[in-house]
Nanobody, 124 residues
Framework: VQLQASGGGLVQAGGSLRLSCVVS????????LGWFRQAPGKKREFVSA???????YYSDFVKGRFTISKDNAKNTVYLQMDSVKPEDTGVYFC???????????????????WGQGTLVTVSS
């Protein structure tokens, strides 16, 4: 399974950006698909995830601003980022997990496959 993230770039605070992640090799609908981010000097942190059945999960710091969705026909998961803040700056990674375990959906170590990351920079 391979994941290819795209859509990052420079955006002003308060603006919007949409990230995409294409899954290849296996149907995306089989996996829990997640987004994580890593800011300079910080560890990777959970942003959002969507399960095989479409249930969604968000971290507290993006809830109400970001929206995760997927298109199984296109094998693609999206992250719509609205009302972005400078603290949203970082490299955003998409990941896939073969198993849905609610208690660990926010834990990056439980994900089996990772994309290469796409850089998001939010200017103030």
């Amino acid at each position: 399974v391979q994941l290819q993230a795209s859509g990052g770039g420079l955006v002003q605070a308060g603006g919007s950006l949409r990230l995409s992640c294409v899954v290849s090799g296996r149907p995306a609908g089989r996996y829990v698909l997640g987004w994580f981010r890593q800011a300079p000097g910080k560890k990777r942190e959970f942003v959002s995830a969507i399960t095989n059945f479409g249930s969604t999960y968000y971290s507290d710091f993006v809830k109400g601003r970001f929206t995760i969705s997927k298109d199984n026909a296109k094998n693609t998961v999206y992250l719509q980022m609205d009302s972005v803040k400078p603290e949203d700056t970082g490299v955003y990674f998409c990941a896939a997990d073969q198993r849905f375990i609610q208690s660990t959906i926010r834990v990056p170590e439980t994900y089996d496959y990772w994309g290469q990351g796409t850089l998001v920079t939010v200017s103030s």
